[in-house]
């Protein structure tokens, strides 16, 4: 498959401060971005995504960052709370085929600290 | 509105059995469906994925197959599983506007 990485496995953060999450990756062809949440044994849930044309979009209390030039990604959370506590992924959507696949990175585990 | 559905949510087989995981998606026509299979403290891998009836594309060489016999279900099978095939497998779907949408995942233990 594709690589995306992320830098840094585990993250932990106070609660009340931000959280900057960050992805690599290699594929220029990419066309679309996800970042998502993943609870312990639950599915990964939706959190915020960006298009190729864009280099920041907000949503609430988190903002994604795209840098082509260096093909990075950023998720920032304002305001860590003890519910935001997850595994985060990034993803990037390569068309193959005529279809929409999107490829993980391996996941950065945010604890917050109370 | 659209729900995916997966199922069994946990299943423990032994060695050398056959499996048969089920995806159906219900509200929409014509959806790409997707199998994604998550080793323990790893990332989303891509192992199938479907743009039509009948039509599977494989990104891994593997033990598994999968299937579309309808319209808005997915199955991902094995003849003889293999310890190696323990994991999470998550089944979802996109629609036309990206919007991928993940099942609740099956915790598939291989004994």
């Known amino acids: 498959g594709e690589s995306v990485g992320l830098h840094l496995p585990t993250l932990s953060v106070q609660e009340g401060d931000n959280s900057i999450i960050n992805c690599a990756y290699s594929?220029?062809?990419?066309?679309?971005f996800i970042w998502y949440k993943q609870e312990s044994g639950k599915g990964p849930q939706f959190i915020i995504d960006?298009?190729?044309?864009?280099d920041k979009r907000q949503g609430q209390r988190v903002t994604v960052l795209l840098n082509k030039t260096v093909k990075h990604l950023s998720l920032q959370i304002a305001a860590t709370q003890p519910g935001d506590s997850a595994v985060y992924f990034c993803?990037?959507?390569?068309?193959?085929?005529?279809?929409?696949?999107?490829?993980f990175g391996t996941g950065t585990r945010l604890t917050v600290i109370p | 509105s659209q729900t995916i559905h997966q199922w069994p949510a946990t299943l423990v087989q032994p060695v050398g059995s056959p499996l048969s995981l089920e995806c159906t998606v219900e509200?929409?026509?014509?959806?790409?469906l997707y199998w994604y299979r998550q080793a323990a403290g790893r990332g989303l891998q891509l192992l199938f994925y479907?743009?039509?009836?009948?039509?599977i594309s494989s990104e891994v060489p593997q033990n598994l197959s999968a299937s579309r016999p309808q319209d808005r279900q997915f199955i991902l099978s094995s003849k003889k599983l293999l310890l190696s095939d323990s994991g999470f497998y998550l089944c979802?779907?996109?629609?036309?506007?990206?919007?991928?949408?993940f099942g609740s995942g099956t915790r598939l233990t291989v004994v």
């Open positions: 594929n220029s062809a990419s066309d679309y």
């Open positions: 993803a990037e959507n390569i068309v193959k085929t005529g279809a929409n696949n999107l490829f």
């Open positions: 479907s743009v039509g009836i009948g039509q």
């Open positions: 979802a779907w996109t629609g036309i506007n990206y919007g991928y949408t």
């Open positions: 960006i298009r190729s044309n864009m």
């Open positions: 509200g929409t026509s014509n959806p790409n």
